[in-house]
């Protein structure tokens, strides 16, 4: 279950603080969507390469926002050479998201995709459409999509799960952003009747963010 909803509880914190400092949340020591690893196992020039990696995660507080982005531009020529691809487009996608790098980060999540669609991959690719500052019609489409992932998850989840309520949130949410103008009260609805107190105020500031956004 918590596999099943881990998206919709990050898109709320993404909402809320408005996607500008999606660069901050790529440098998570847990990876949130994880994926079967099918392909080479790591080397040990792979973990020679990681390790050099964490070693500039370490640094990033010890260091002024300068310096660390010009280490980490130096640095992603030498993740070409991760030759485990899962390993070397993870850590390629958060140094683009810590970068500002954008463009670069929808272009291997598209890719990404393409060769396995999943829930997180389609929030990802919602959430850099807005930062792009593509289409309106583009981005529709794109929530639209989103919110199948999140209902077709809430089908086979248990409703006695305490997540289950974000799941519920993240596809109301989803549907507004998609242009379903009637999910605005229906998210008024469902914020009213929470009474979790966590979860309520998580839930509004979402709610705010989102319709400030429209």
């Not at 995660?57 to 992603?76: A, K, M, P, W, Y």
């Not at 999943?118 to 500052?133: A, N, P, T």
């Not at 107190?197 to 500031?205: G, H, L, S, T, Y």
Request: proline residues 2%.
């Amino acid at each position: 279950m918590k596999n099943h909803f881990i998206l919709a509880i990050i898109c709320i914190s993404f909402i809320g603080t408005s996607c500008s400092k999606v660069q901050d949340v790529a440098f998570q020591k847990e990876n949130i969507a994880k994926e079967q690893n099918d392909a080479l196992k790591i080397t040990a020039e792979d973990q020679e390469i990681k390790d050099k990696y964490k070693e500039l995660i370490n640094q990033i507080g010890l260091n002024d926002r300068e310096v660390s982005h010009s280490r980490f531009r130096s640095f992603l020529s030498e993740t070409k050479h991760i030759k485990n691809k899962y390993e070397r487009e993870k850590i390629q996608m958060n140094i683009y998201f810590y970068l500002g790098m954008h463009q670069e980060a929808y272009d291997l999540n598209e890719k990404q995709l393409a060769e396995k669609p999943s829930l997180e991959k389609q929030f990802v690719k919602c959430q850099l459409l807005e930062v792009l500052h593509r289409k309106q019609d583009e981005i529709r489409l794109c929530n639209e999509k989103l919110a199948q992932y999140i209902q077709k998850n809430l089908n086979l989840a248990p409703k006695d799960d305490p997540q289950y309520p974000y799941g519920e949130w993240g596809y109301l949410l989803a549907m507004y952003k998609a242009g379903y103008v009637e999910y605005k009260q229906k998210m008024e609805a469902f914020i009213a009747s929470t009474t979790e107190e966590r979860m309520k105020r998580e839930f509004q500031d979402s709610y705010d963010v989102a319709t400030e956004q429209k």
